[in-house]
């Protein structure tokens, strides 16, 4: 593959996915992936799928936060490899999820570390076509009252 001309539009496509997960917005999580595009979860992430596949089942995910008071997906380092239709990525994220517990607040702090292969249509521009979420770490931080 070549140079990575493609890279400004590529790392839009990380911080749009950040985006419509923080703000639970399907429509708009589902659109980064190609219509048939898969999220996979590497261990150690426990409950609930391992796959999801297809705008339907993947603009379910924002909704699966909800049992959170917010999230906030910070993007960072990302690197890429590409040609003109197909490219590869790897972007890391520091995920906060907070969720109010006995008069204070819970940050479950997550490393992730996506692997994404990509496509770009002609009329949609790039989408994922398969993500792997890797979690590296993670740590559990409780806020202060009035934080």
Not at 99 to 120: E, K, L, P, T
Request: charged content about 25%; aromatic content about 8%.
């Amino acid at each position: 593959m070549g140079p990575v001309h493609h890279r400004p539009e590529l790392l839009t496509l990380a911080t749009r996915y950040a985006l419509a997960a923080d703000h639970r917005d399907g429509d708009a999580f589902a659109d980064v992936f190609a219509p048939n595009g898969v999220l996979r979860l590497a261990a150690p992430f426990g409950s609930g799928p391992a796959a999801l596949q297809g705008h339907a089942e993947l603009a379910t995910v924002p909704r699966a936060l909800e049992r959170y008071t917010k999230t906030l997906h910070i993007i960072g380092t990302a690197g890429y490899t590409a040609g003109e239709e197909t490219a590869n990525g790897e972007v890391y994220c520091v995920a906060h999820h907070l969720r109010d517990i006995d008069g204070g607040v819970r940050n479950h702090v997550m490393y992730i570390r996506y692997a994404d292969s990509y496509r770009r249509d002609p009329e949609a521009g790039w989408r994922i076509v398969e993500r792997v979420v890797h979690l590296d770490w993670s740590e559990r931080r409780i806020l202060p009252p009035g934080s």
